[in-house]
């Protein structure tokens, strides 16, 4: 086969994917659409991941771009447990009419996409707006609804145990932006569990950790392993925040 006609065969090819692309789109919608009433987004990942890949071929990078950011935003939303709410939708069929905008253009001839790219910056900003996860480790269940509701003000994504043997299980298993541990756990204590964070090689080792104490500071040994250490009473005036940021 000669150059020409390679030529011509990936143009035709081109030309294909321009033309299946509302139809795709279609069906991107349709799967957004019916996220409020399905536990799955599988089908949906799978649809944009095909598209991406596709778009990519043929060379149309900026529907790449599009794909990639969207798979990035549904993932975004299934951490935070909003994947099934009106916002997501929202946000997501915000990209779908990105591309419809984007093959507009590409129908028109026109060739300068800088409007497409300023809108997917723009969702970018939304996309970098990140909910941190924090895991309470807190005997108390009074204490622990104190900790919880001043972070949930703040958007924080927190999850609550009450020993240190769950929470040890959770941070070998999920990803934490932060620990906030009593001193004094069943099971295993706070700086048994900061201390078997800090040696794995899990992906948490490197979260800050946050030591809960009603005893003085000079009392606590090996206080290098905490990046703050606060007493009860800062739960109270707001300073467990502040330590958190």
Known sequence: MSQDSINELLESLKVEFLATLPER????????????????????????HSLKGAAGTHGYHMFTRICHQMEGMMRELVECNKIHSQKAVDLLLGYNDLMDEALELLNNDETNLASIEKKLNQFSSILSTRHYKVLIAEP????????????????????????GLSALQNLLMQDYDVLITARELPLLNGEA????????????????????????????????????????ASIRDGSLLKAVR
């Open 140 to 163: 108390s269940a009074l204490y622990s609804s104190m900790i919880v509701s001043v972070l949930e003000e703040e958007n924080y994504q927190v999850k609550t145990v009450s020993d």
């Open 25 to 48: 789109l279609g069906e991107i919608e349709n799967l957004v659409l019916d996220l409020t009433e399905q536990d799955d987004i599988g089908s949906l990942l799978r649809v944009v």
């Open 193 to 232: 569990l900061a201390s078997a964070l800090r040696l794995s090689e899990n992906r948490n080792n490197n979260a800050n950790i946050i030591l809960i104490t009603t005893k003085q500071r000079s009392m606590i040994k090996h206080a290098d392993l905490f990046e703050h250490i606060v007493d009860r």
